[in-house]
């Protein structure tokens, strides 16, 4: 900012002596200098009256030389400047300081917002960037069984197994892509003996081309525990890598079920112990068996022997049913004998076991 400067010659109240009037931002200052004072006294005292520092300083002369530090002559006498309106320009030390403090303000908030889009980007990218995992790293597929209760029901439990956020972060991190989720016949691959019933709860097929999960209960319109069908999932996930029951799957097996019970802030954190064997609390000696799933067609199973080695999976699922008409069939006769033995009516089925 600049104002007028007027240079007035003083007679001054003493011989020797100058009076310089300098105008600054609309007011007017005296310095009263020797007489053999020079430019550069000039504006020594200008810095020590007004708080501007030398280097800021700028004195227009009209019809002449613009004087600032360095001068081209230091020497130079003010009585040349004598009668002539003169310009100062400057700033005072505390304007500076205000002004560098403003500048670095906005220094500052501008490296924040290029810091912050930065960081939106590099978020934006790593989002996308999952996005794209969680649509290869994933069940591709999701079916239920069909012909038995409730498919609906089946459906949306498969489909909050895909979508758990513990599920979803395992997948990604191992890159498992399954091809199939789906639930496995209620009646099939269980074996009663006189120690109990045992009954298989999952199996991967060609590591991780099909995922069977036993969805119901016995009575096929009954669910299973959430949590223990996903411990049974996270078994089978391992089964993606190591297909025996090695120190290298269950390391792997309990490192899933970790990962996906830190994504649960309700579960208890607890896993399994090293074993090939899943008991359910509240069930009738209910375990999960498995020795690596099913491989071209043809069941591989540990523990005990299956049943129907060399079937495919459809011709399994026809001799579960065909099991589950005797079983029905079954307890029709024996309801019927009874009622016959107490002389109560009893219609029998003509399809119970092919007689009448």
Same mark, same amino acid.
């Given at each position: 900012?600049?104002?007028?400067?007027?240079?007035?010659?003083?007679?001054?109240s003493?011989?020797?002596w100058?009076?310089?009037?300098?105008?600054?931002?609309?007011?007017?200052?005296?310095?009263?200098?020797?007489?053999?004072?020079?430019?550069?006294?000039?504006?020594?005292?200008?810095?020590?009256?007004?708080?501007?520092?030398?280097?800021?300083?700028?004195?227009?002369?009209?019809?002449?030389?613009?004087?600032k530090?360095?001068?081209?002559?230091?020497?130079?006498?003010?009585?040349?400047?004598?009668?002539?309106a003169?310009?100062?320009?400057?700033?005072?030390v505390? =304007?500076?300081?205000?002004?560098?403090?403003?500048?670095?303000?906005?220094a500052?908030?501008?490296?924040?917002? #290029?810091a912050?889009?930065?960081?939106?980007?590099?978020?934006s990218?790593?989002?996308?960037?999952?996005?794209?995992?969680?649509?290869?790293?994933t069940?591709?597929?999701?079916q239920p069984?069909?012909?038995?209760?409730?498919?609906?029901?089946?459906?949306?439990?498969?489909?909050?197994?895909?979508?758990?956020?513990? #599920?979803?972060?395992?997948?990604?991190?191992?890159?498992?892509?399954?091809?199939?989720?789906?639930?496995? =016949?209620?009646?099939?691959?269980?074996?009663?003996?006189?120690?109990?019933?045992?009954?298989?709860?999952?199996?991967?097929?060609n590591?991780?081309?099909?995922?069977?999960?036993?969805?119901?209960?016995?009575?096929?319109?009954?669910?299973?525990?959430y949590?223990?069908?996903?411990?049974?999932?996270?078994?089978?996930?391992?089964?993606?890598?190591?297909?025996?029951?090695?120190?290298?799957?269950?390391?792997?097996?309990?490192? #899933?079920?970790r990962?996906?019970?830190?994504?649960?802030?309700?579960?208890?954190?607890?896993?399994?112990?090293?074993?090939?064997?899943?008991?359910?609390?509240?069930?009738?000696?209910?375990?999960?068996e498995?020795?690596?799933?099913?491989?071209?067609?043809?069941?591989?199973?540990?523990?005990g022997?299956?049943?129907?080695?060399?079937?495919?999976?459809?011709?399994?699922?026809?001799?579960?049913?065909?099991?589950?008409?005797?079983?029905?069939?079954?307890a029709?006769?024996?309801?019927?004998?009874?009622?016959?033995?107490g002389?109560?009516?009893?219609?029998?089925?003509?399809?119970?076991?092919?007689?009448?």
């Amino acid at each position: 900012m600049s104002d007028a400067v007027s240079l007035a010659e003083s007679s001054g109240s003493e011989s020797g002596w100058m009076t310089m009037t300098i105008s600054h931002r609309k007011h007017n200052y005296s310095f009263d200098l020797p007489d053999d004072a020079t430019v550069a006294d000039l504006f020594v005292e200008i810095e020590a009256a007004l708080d501007i520092p030398v280097s800021n300083q700028k004195i227009l002369v009209p019809k002449g030389p613009l004087l600032k530090a360095p001068f081209k002559d230091a020497n130079m006498s003010l009585h040349s400047l004598q009668g002539k309106a003169l310009t100062l320009m400057g700033s005072g030390v505390a =304007e500076v300081q205000a002004v560098k403090g403003m500048a670095e303000k906005v220094a500052r908030r501008n490296a924040a917002r #290029i810091a912050q889009r930065a960081k939106t980007r590099t978020t934006s990218r790593k989002s996308q960037a999952r996005s794209a995992d969680d649509a290869k790293y994933t069940f591709l597929q999701v079916q239920p069984l069909q012909g038995l209760p409730h498919p609906e029901r089946s459906q949306a439990l498969l489909m909050r197994l895909k979508e758990d956020p513990g #599920i979803r972060a395992a997948m990604r991190k191992h890159k498992f892509t399954v091809a199939l989720l789906t639930e496995m =016949e209620p009646l099939s691959h269980t074996q009663s003996t006189h120690e109990g019933t045992s009954r298989i709860l999952g199996l991967n097929r060609n590591q991780g081309e099909v995922v069977e999960l036993r969805l119901r209960t016995d009575a096929h319109d009954g669910y299973r525990d959430y949590k223990t069908i996903r411990k049974t999932l996270c078994h089978e996930l391992a089964h993606n890598v190591h297909g025996p029951h090695d120190r290298h799957f269950w390391d792997l097996c309990h490192q #899933i079920e970790r990962e996906v019970d830190g994504a649960d802030w309700k579960t208890s954190g607890r896993t399994i112990g090293e074993t090939s064997r899943y008991t359910i609390s509240g069930q009738d000696d209910e375990t999960h068996e498995d020795d690596g799933g099913w491989t071209g067609g043809e069941f591989v199973l540990g523990g005990g022997k299956d049943q129907s080695p060399g079937m495919s999976r459809r011709e399994v699922l026809a001799q579960a049913a065909l099991e589950r008409q005797r079983k029905e069939a079954g307890a029709e006769r024996k309801a019927c004998d009874a009622a016959e033995k107490g002389w109560r009516p009893c219609q029998r089925s003509q399809q119970s076991d092919g007689t009448e």
